[in-house]
């Protein structure tokens, strides 16, 4: 029995999924077939859901499409094949920090180069969770984790700005809080034709909050909700405003730019073989 | 009673969310940590609750005014 | 038919086209390089698809998509390029993913020679990737034949659903020969479905070869393809029965076809009372040090490997029966030969010819290894 229209995105069987108690990455997987359901151009057959390794990339699994569960890192490359070899079909990514911007980086920005007409979906919680509580090039400067005891040294990366710098055509950000900023986040990536990427950022309660003290996932949300900005209102804050946790949601890049595949018809139309 | 509530308890994790963000304190955790109604007088039904569930748990409709009667 | 020169590289460019190869993702090194740019050519002239991606892993990704989104697909590397694409190799067994994967030998470990001869990726063209896993390896001798086995390497990783490695080396890779190729050659389709969701259909349920009809995606099937152990429905099961199934039935798919896949090239062995087993471009001087050794009255036989893997065990042990010695010439430290020395099982002495130098075998150094063994065995 399902009680909303978007449930039918869901494999029911699957469900409750193994996500631990108060992680976002259920609220975000809510958000993204909320989002495919408003566009009409995706339907469950002719949208495929690429998904890498860790906690993030599970989501595929209960999502009642064509779903791939790859190799770690790899959720890009595959997703660009499944594009390519069938330019009908809607590919969506999910990946995780570790995920995307560390085992699968090189991939990552090389997807943003290309502009492949892909809606990349990272689930942003600032830690490895699967493999329990290790660093990832997303961790913020001085948080914990099992692999940093002391604090993180390692900068993190902004993946909103490099995904922009490497070529991608619609760049934003939003969280598990902002439940209906989210919604219309993915939505309009989904519209872009070409790399498409969104940040969702996630509390992890059990692997990264509860080692930085940063209380309840309740706690951990509320937390995103007192510094999220929104990108206008950023815009407009002096830097000396810009301190402690605050960053910014919204979107912060769009471009027009032809998709690889519309480039890639060209190539086959100057050798003679659209037409096949 | 201005809502409706449904509860799928087999996915409630007891994560506490629906708990915290609702304004007017209509829910509560039950012993073994399940989500249950405790006040649904004050439920003002603006579905923060349903919003922000990472589990699918708990469903909240409006009901309208002359059915609420 | 018509007769053209062309190189190895071209050859398997050019037969995996043929089978109906639609799709290409590789990355350049020597001394594969010319495969990618074949397929870049000719690949958008017959409406498909040839992409330069990042790195090897990336190039295996890539193709794998492509392969589940429908079309038949083809990577081609060699060193340390395929040693990047062990990992999705892997994948592609356990999903169960048809892709054909050549290989360009070269001198090794790491950066080696680049564009030296080798034969050293054999064990690795086995046992590359992590964990127990089934896999077909195929060795052509020459550019006509580099043609035919791309052809069989496409049909044979549809038919099974499996990882076709095309073993070849820089010998064959570089070699040009006038060839003559067909206009024609016969094709596995893609497996399909063969029930629809309401009947119950199962995308790794496997059919009577034991091979899953596994859907292409955007079919309406909604299939969930993983590298995690998985059982008929696709989804991952986490227990012992479901494994042990899973990881036997791979074995088995590719086990119970051996006689049809395993092929093996045997000339002089009618009054034979020596052998020398080789493969690839190995081969052709073992040849000529056959013929130069039957001119000077040795009764020596040629065995030449065409399929590498599955491993001709049972061939090689008949062999075995009616000599007095083999010799295994290879271009490595010595690898296949303890594949030989297994099937062997002590029936007769069986001496490596070795050569790791950069250069290829000339035949004199094959029939010195003759000429010794023939001396071990008449002490």
Not at chain 1, 127 to 135: F, N
Not at chain 1, 232 to 257: M, N, S, V
Not at chain 3, 96 to 103: D, L, T
Not at chain 3, 344 to 373: N, R
């Amino acid at each position: 029995m399902i009680e909303r229209s978007y449930e039918k995105y869901f494999r029911q069987n699957r469900l409750p999924h193994l996500w631990c108690p108060g992680c976002g990455n259920g609220i975000v997987m809510k958000a993204i077939v909320q989002a495919i359901e408003k566009n009409h151009a995706f339907t469950q057959d002719n949208t495929v859901i690429v998904s890498g390794i860790g906690c993030s990339s599970r989501a595929s699994g209960y999502m009642d499409f064509d779903t791939l569960h790859t190799a770690h890192g790899r959720a890009i490359p595959f997703a660009t094949g499944v594009k390519l070899a069938n330019p009908a079909l809607n590919v969506v990514v999910i990946t995780g920090d570790g995920d995307c911007t560390a085992i699968g980086g090189n991939h990552f920005i090389h997807g943003c180069r290309r502009n492949v007409d892909l809606t990349v979906i990272l689930f942003n919680n600032n830690i490895y969770g699967m493999t329990g509580g290790q660093a990832s090039p997303m961790t913020p400067l001085g948080k914990k984790a099992t692999t940093a005891p002391y604090g993180s040294v390692d900068r993190p990366f902004d993946a909103c700005k490099l995904a922009e710098a490497a070529g991608a055509t619609y760049v934003a950000r939003s969280t598990a809080f902002h439940v209906q900023h989210l919604v219309k986040t993915i939505e309009d990536g989904l519209n872009n034709r070409g790399f498409s990427f969104i940040e969702a950022l996630v509390q992890c309660p059990t692997a990264y909050g509860r080692r930085n003290k940063m209380g309840d996932p309740a706690k951990m949300m509320a937390w995103m909700r007192d510094n999220a900005v929104m990108k206008t209102a950023w815009d407009k804050l002096p830097d000396d405003k810009k301190t402690g946790d605050k960053f910014p949601i919204g979107l912060f890049y769009q471009a027009q730019a032809e998709p690889y595949d519309a480039a890639y018809s060209h190539v086959q139309e100057i050798a003679g073989g659209a037409a096949q | 009673m201005k809502s409706e509530f449904t509860l799928k308890l087999e996915r409630c994790k007891g994560c506490g969310i629906c708990v915290t963000f609702c304004p007017k304190q209509v829910l509560a955790l039950d012993t073994l940590g399940k989500v249950y109604v405790a006040n649904h007088e004050n439920c003002i039904a603006c579905g923060q609750c349903e919003l922000r569930c990472p589990d699918y748990a708990i469903f909240m409709d409006k009901v309208k005014k002359e059915a609420a009667k | 038919m018509s007769a053209k020169l062309m190189q190895g590289n071209e050859a398997i460019a050019e037969g995996a086209l043929k089978a109906g190869v639609r799709f290409f993702g590789g990355y350049p090194i020597t001394p594969s390089t010319e495969i990618a740019e074949g397929m870049a050519k000719m690949l958008p002239k017959v409406g498909g698809t040839f992409i330069q991606m990042e790195d090897e892993i990336a190039s295996m990704g890539v193709v794998l998509g492509a392969s589940l989104a429908g079309k038949k697909v083809l990577t081609a590397s060699s060193g340390p390029g395929i040693s990047l694409k062990q990992e999705l190799i892997g994948y592609a067994s356990a999903a169960e993913i048809p892709v054909v994967i050549v290989n360009v030998q070269r001198v090794g470990p790491s950066t080696g020679q680049p564009t030296a001869p080798s034969q050293g990726d054999v064990m690795q063209a086995r046992w590359g990737t992590h964990g127990d896993h089934s896999i077909i390896v195929l060795s052509p001798w020459s550019v006509r034949e580099a043609f035919d086995i791309a052809v069989k390497s496409v049909n044979y990783a549809e038919r099974f659903r499996s990882p076709v490695i095309l073993l070849t080396d820089e010998i064959v890779g570089h070699l040009r020969e006038n060839v003559e190729l067909p206009d024609e050659v016969e094709i596995y389709p893609r497996r399909i479905p063969k029930k629809s969701r309401a009947e119950g259909y199962q995308p790794y349920a496997p059919d009577d070869d034991l091979v899953p009809n596994v859907a292409n995606f955007g079919e309406g099937y909604h299939i969930h393809v993983t590298g995690l152990i998985h059982d008929e429905t696709g989804f991952p099961v986490g227990s012992p029965k479901v494994t042990r199934e899973s990881i036997k039935r791979m074995h088995e798919k590719i086990a119970r076809a051996e006689d049809e896949i395993i092929e093996v090239h045997q000339e002089f062995m009618d009054d034979a009372e020596f052998a020398v087993i080789s493969f690839g471009g190995t081969s052709r001087t073992a040849y000529e040090a056959v013929l130069n050794a039957r001119k000077r009255g040795i009764k020596v036989g040629f065995v030449r490997l065409i399929t590498i893997f599955p491993f001709a065990t049972k061939i090689i042990h008949e062999v075995a029966k009616n000599l007095r010695g083999m010799i295994v010439a290879e271009l490595n430290f010595g690898q296949i030969v303890n594949e030989v020395e297994r099937a062997v099982k002590g029936q007769c002495p069986v001496k490596l010819c070795a050569k790791y130098d950069m250069t290829i075998f000339e035949p004199e150094e094959i029939e010195k290894s003759i000429d010794e063994l023939v001396a071990e065995v008449s002490k």
